[in-house]
């Protein structure tokens, strides 16, 4: 198997458990800020977690706008992407989602992802890339250490929230 198709499998999997997660949440349990919480609702965590992988896909990856702003998306989300750096626990608070809408952007976003490390050579992979908070890496490491660690720690932490509002976690 080739590390682009192990990279595809890694993160088609994240996408699939997060999206299995998140799938059954109810309207309440998303908008949801617990009084005294650090962490904030489940509805801003799925937001950052498909913000940020369209913004580092698009934006870092291959110096593009991220498809929510060149696909218009906000029209259709009722949803405001932050600005880089703009994912702060104030923006978080306020974050009240349409799922169903939220959920078409994030397969939109899936897709546009899968279908970018489709076409990557092992060259591409080899790539460095400043990512500012790791500093410099190669493409094949965000996408392995950063969207694939990324995706995996927000779905704990959104299973983790839908459990103590009483609902069940995660789908397995």
């Given at each position: 198997?080739?590390?682009q ?10 996408h699939d458990i ?5 799938a ?8 949801k ?10 509805g801003s ?16 990856l291959q110096?593009?706008p991220p498809i ?19 994912f702060?626990?104030?923006w978080?608070?306020?974050?009240r989602?349409k799922?169903?809408?939220f ?10 992802t899968?279908a970018?490390?489709a076409?990557?050579?092992?060259a591409?992979l080899d790539?460095?890339v400043q990512?500012?908070f790791?500093g ?7 996408f392995?250490n950063?969207?694939g660690?990324?995706a995996?720690?927000h ?15 995660l789908p397995?």
């Amino acid at each position: 198997m080739t590390t682009q198709a192990v990279l595809r499998h890694q993160i088609a999997g994240a996408h699939d458990i997060l999206e299995q997660t998140i799938a059954d949440c109810p309207q309440d349990a998303l908008d949801k800020n617990l009084p005294g919480a650090t962490i904030t609702s489940i509805g801003s965590i799925y937001a950052h977690l498909v913000f940020s992988e369209d913004g580092i896909v698009h934006g870092m990856l291959q110096g593009k706008p991220p498809i929510y702003r060149a696909q218009n998306w906000a029209a259709r989300t009722d949803l405001q992407m932050p600005e880089p750096g703009g994912f702060n626990p104030e923006w978080a608070r306020t974050v009240r989602m349409k799922l169903p809408a939220f959920r078409e952007y994030a397969k939109a976003v899936y897709a546009a992802t899968d279908a970018y490390v489709a076409g990557l050579s092992d060259a591409d992979l080899d790539r460095k890339v400043q990512t500012g908070f790791v500093g410099e890496q190669t493409v094949a490491f965000v996408f392995a250490n950063i969207l694939g660690w990324h995706a995996a720690q927000h779905t704990g932490e959104i299973s983790a929230l839908k459990g103590v509002q009483g609902l069940k976690g995660l789908p397995f």
